[in-house]
């Protein structure tokens, strides 16, 4: 009976097992599926594209794109446009040997050819299409359909018609700076745009002369090496249109200031007249280059004032910001590093923020804030972060506490003052090696001392009677100078210690006395730059370095230093008129260096000398 029992539990187990196992295949086939399903649909790209504007009775290509073969194309409604033909399809096979390793990748393409049959704006709906059983959707695409130009009379002839569409005119090429807005607060950005429109054959472009852009900080924004024409519709006409540059400009000052107009050579691509054809050219097409110059108009942007009430930690920056602060670590010993770090991230004026001044503890030794910059300049304006690292000694033992710091900028958007706010850090310092309050006295008992060898042993305690020889040293001048000399050496360091803590809680002179220490950093950075060849990093650097030094000197705020009040100031402090304008041409040759030819080294090693002889003309003047 029992073994009876026994077989009949081992079959249940068995067969719970068994049951178990199934589950966990079916589990683990499912998931596999899911996995190869999922990384298929990242694998398939399906696109669509089309051009932005066209004209009504145009007729333009709608292109789909798949990287896997497919089937069962799908148009969605065409709303506004007629199909007179397609989808006409394409194989294209690519390969290519990078780092030792052959890739190849094969795209199918869907053509159609649209005509379109009214004005409007259209959204072209996604279309679908099935790539091994799975169905896959492409994205939308946006048509703007515009009203046709008015076409030349029959009876002009067709030569009439030709001539008209290739004639060089201000309306079919012209030349623009456009900016995204032309009232802003100071130091809030500005996008500018400088762009080339054109209804005619470019072949290329000759030479350019940027606009100066005085009164700007000025940051290029990344944009494509190579010019690439986009259709676009201005006032009812379609251009194609290039981006020759963009860029971020901060104002200096408040008022109105313009921007200098664009010029540029354009190379025009057109066929030879018939008047000038010669037998052949009638089997062969016969063109001929035209340099036109094309000079844009002036721009002038209007820069208001900020508003009153300012906070008083409001430094000039203008933004959207958020600040966080922390210590990697709140309890050490003495003469231990501490690390503070401070972030500010959002968009704004990043790169012209200056470093939150802490009110640290007296018996704490602070070096200057080291700067870290993360940024990235778009469309939308400088976004990234800055962040500040303090390196901090504290010198004796106790517990100490740094106080919040608070950082004020201006949001232009809500026209408001925002403050954020660092927190309280409280330091728990103990006692370490070389902290003047760690002296600790031990004495040592008879049994302490042990026998070491023949030349020490324990001092005789018999009696013995002490005799006077010599001089005695008790009473004498040398006995009580011994005493008086440490009581004034204390004396001085306390008064002195007093005099320098009182100075450090002088703002305006610390300020002052660290301007040439400070210049002279950011000149060694400059030459840093100088040395590697990096041209942008190298006239930041000096720039940095002329309106720091002059900030910190004269106390001033950063924000209230321009090009256009920096004469008036420095003659108030009875600079001599040449020394004001070799600091005004060094501004002038570090802002026309961006978009000048690139300068040699041995232009920049001149600028960087000069620099430093009138910052150091600049120290014994004022």
């Known amino acids: 009976m029992y073994e009876i029992f026994y077989q009949e ?25 899911f996995i190869t399903s999922a990384s298929f649909a990242e694998e398939v790209k399906f696109t669509a594209a089309g051009p932005r504007v066209v004209e009504v009775g145009e007729q333009f290509r709608l292109v789909y794109t798949v990287n896997e073969k497919a089937k069962d194309i799908q148009l969605p409604s065409l709303s506004g446009f007629r199909v007179l033909m397609g989808p006409s399809t394409s194989r294209n096979s690519s390969s290519q040997y990078i780092n030792g390793k052959w890739s190849s990748s094969t795209t199918y393409t869907y053509t ?19 790539v091994k059983g799975y169905e896959f959707n492409s994205n939308s695409v946006s048509i703007e359909v515009v009203k046709a130009n008015e076409k030349p009379q029959k009876n002009q002839g067709n030569q009439a018609v030709q001539a008209s569409a290739n004639k060089i005119t201000q309306a079919n090429l ?5 900016v995204d807005r032309k009232s ?50 201005v006032n009812g006409t379609i251009y194609n249109t290039g981006v020759i540059r963009k860029l971020i400009l901060f104002p200096q000052h408040t008022g109105k200031i313009t921007i200098d107009p664009f010029e540029l050579e354009c190379i025009i691509r057109q066929r030879r007249s018939s008047g000038n054809r010669g037998f052949f050219d009638d089997f062969f097409d016969n063109y001929q280059d035209i340099r036109v110059p094309r000079k844009s108009k002036p721009v002038t942007i209007r820069v208001k004032e900020f508003p009153a009430s300012k906070p008083a930690s409001f430094d000039g920056a203008v933004g959207s910001f958020r600040m966080s602060a922390n210590v990697d670590k709140d309890s050490l010993k003495a003469n231990e590093a501490i690390t503070l770090k401070v972030k500010i991230s959002g968009n704004g004026n990043l790169k012209l923020i200056n470093p939150p001044e802490f009110d640290f503890p007296a018996d704490f030794e602070v070096y200057d804030p080291k700067t870290n910059q993360d940024l990235k300049s778009t469309a939308k304006g400088m976004t990234g972060s800055t962040t500040f690292e303090y390196l901090i000694i504290p010198r004796h033992a106790g517990d100490y506490e ?119 950093k950011r000149l060694k950075a400059a030459s840093a730059s100088l040395k590697a060849q990096k041209k942008e990093e190298f006239y930041d650097e000096i720039l940095k370095a002329l309106w720091g030094y002059t900030s910190d000197k004269l106390n001033l705020p950063l924000a209230d230093l321009n090009k256009e009040n920096i004469t ?32 040699g080294s041995s232009e920049m090693d001149e600028l960087y000398k000069k620099t430093m002889e009138t910052i150091t003309k600049l120290e014994k003047s004022i």
Not at 174 to 178: N, P, R, S, T
Not at 568 to 596: H, P, S, W
């Open 9 to 33: 539990k081992t079959k249940r187990t068995h067969l719970k097992n068994r049951t178990l196992r199934m589950k966990k295949i079916f589990f683990l086939l499912l998931a596999t599926l």
């Open 112 to 130: 159609y050819v649209l005509l379109a049959e009214k004005e409007g704006k259209f959204t072209v709906n996604p279309a679908k299409i099935k």
């Open 174 to 178: 012209f030349v623009k700076v456009d």
């Open 184 to 233: 802003v607060y100071m130091g809030e950005h500005v996008v500018a745009t400088i762009k080339v429109y054109t209804r005619l054959n470019i072949a290329g472009f000759g030479d350019s002369k940027f606009p100066s852009f005085n009164g700007f900080l000025s940051q290029e924004i990344p944009t494509p090496g190579q010019i690439s024409l986009q259709r676009e519709n």
């Open 402 to 520: 740094i106080p919040p710091v608070d950082f004020s900028f201006f949001d232009p958007k809500a026209g408001i003052y925002r403050t954020r706010s660092t927190p309280k850090f409280n330091i728990k310092v103990g006692k370490g090696s070389g902290d003047a309050s760690s002296a600790v006295i031990s004495s040592f008992s008879k049994e302490d001392v042990k026998f070491i060898g023949k030349d020490i042993r324990f001092i005789k305690t018999n009696e013995f009677t002490p005799r006077l020889k010599g001089q005695v040293f008790f009473g004498t001048t040398n006995f009580y100078l011994a005493y008086l000399i440490p009581f004034l050496v204390f004396i001085l360091a306390f008064v002195f210690n007093r005099k320098r803590i009182k100075e450090n809680a002088d703002l305006t002179r610390v300020k002052n006395k660290r301007a040439n220490r400070v210049a002279m």
């Open 568 to 599: 008036d100031i420095l003659q108030g402090k009875n600079v001599e008129e040449e020394l004001i304008q070799d600091f005004l041409n060094i501004l002038d040759t570090c802002e026309f260096a961006r978009y000048a030819p690139s300068s």
